[in-house]
C-alpha cells in the first residue's frame, strides 16, 4: 500500500505558535472540515486580506496543505488532517478560550476585524511574531 505524503506529518505537535494562530483561527473566521479522522482547519479571508493568509499560511509550516488560492472572492487554504484538529472539534468556544495566549488572542481579534496589527509595531526580535507585514 502506498505510504501518503502527509502520513507521517499527522504524528508531528504543533508548536506553541502554530497553535496560537490554530486558536485564534477557530475563534475567528477558521473552520473545521472533514469528518473523524480526516478533519482539517479551513482558512478563507476577502482578497484584500491576502497577506494576512499568507502570514498564517507561512505560520502553520507543514501542517499547512496546499498554498492559498482564490475560491469565490476569498484567499484559502486547508491544512493537512491532523488528530488535533479532531481533539479540538469537541471543544467548547469556553474551553478554546481558556486555552488562548496573547497570540492567539491577537489572531482571534484580526479575523473579527478588531485589531490590525503590523509589522512596523514590533520590536526587530518580534517581527516575525507580525500579522501584517
Request: glycine residues 4%; proline residues 0%; hydrophobic residues 35%.
Given at each position: 500500500m502506498p505510504h501518503h505524503p502527509h502520513a507521517s506529518l499527522r504524528r508531528l505537535s504543533p508548536d506553541p505558535v502554530q497553535f496560537q494562530v490554530i486558536l485564534g483561527s477557530l475563534l475567528g473566521d477558521g473552520r473545521i472540515v472533514g469528518g473523524p479522522f480526516d478533519r482539517r482547519l479551513r482558512i478563507a479571508h476577502r482578497n484584500d486580506r491576502a497577506s494576512?493568509?499568507?502570514?498564517?499560511?507561512?505560520r502553520l509550516g507543514a501542517l499547512a496543505d496546499e498554498a492559498p488560492?482564490?475560491?469565490?472572492?476569498?484567499?484559502?487554504?486547508?491544512?493537512i488532517a491532523h488528530p488535533?484538529?479532531?481533539?479540538?472539534?469537541?471543544l467548547s468556544r469556553k474551553r478554546l478560550v481558556e486555552l488562548i495566549a496573547p497570540l492567539g488572542l491577537a489572531v482571534w481579534m484580526t479575523d473579527v476585524g478588531r485589531l490590525e496589527l503590523r509589522a512596523d509595531a514590533f520590536l526587530p526580535a518580534q517581527r516575525h511574531f507580525a500579522l501584517v507585514s
Open positions: 494576512y493568509v499568507w502570514w498564517k499560511y507561512d488560492a482564490d475560491r469565490d472572492g476569498r484567499l484559502s487554504f486547508t491544512t488535533l484538529f479532531d481533539d479540538l472539534s469537541t
